[in-house]
């Protein structure tokens, strides 16, 4: 069976300061991994995925995320927070194996950027 | 840009109501999903849908039921409302992509439903 793990319910930063975000994922494949960040009262917006290839996925608004198979995490960083990127946080994995095409979901990191 | 928009942000029912949620999406995608969002839960899959008047049952899907019969657009149904139902409705869409690559979900804004 597929899962996606987010260990940490909320991360607080500074702005400024460097951010991580956790994810880990099980698949019995090769995964597909994402992150997508959700603001008040909004759908997911997609940040990045990784498929295959490079292991350091660079995304939108500076994001960017590193996959590394022997942990079997996909952590998202960002190298200096700013306050706007408070917001809910999802990690999501599909195995290439598993047949059905839809995304398994993390439940979610919040993030907060203080000023 | 893809869009998906979703028939109403806010809505209130009463327990025991039929209740239709709409989705449409504009990118001609063959996959469209229904999700919902509780706090602590994150995202659970109720229904997905391979193409037109194809679904597939996911985590969640008792007390459910959806239909496409347009490829643009996926409802999702309520057939007789429960309080426990209360919660945020996502809707996504996906084309297909070609080789070996898995395209991004995108997403409506959400239905937020409060079942009384």
Known sequence: AQSVAQPEDQVNVAEGNPLTVKCTYSVSGNPYLFWYVQYPNRGLQFLLKYITGDNLVKGSYGFEAEFN??????????????????????????????????????????????? | DVKVTQSSRYLVKRTGEKVFLECVQDMDHENMFWYRQDPGLGLRLIYFSYDVKMKEKGDIPEGYSVSREKKERFSLILESASTNQTSMYLCASRGLASGISYNEQFFGPGTRLTVL
Do not use: M
């Open chain 1, 69 to 115: 198979k022997s942990q079997t995490s996909f952590h998202l960083k960002k190298p200096s927070a700013l306050v706007s990127d408070s917001a809910l946080y999802f990690c999501a994995v599909r195995d290439d194996e598993q047949a059905g095409t839809a995304l398994i979901f993390g439940k979610g990191t919040t993030l907060s950027v203080s000023s």
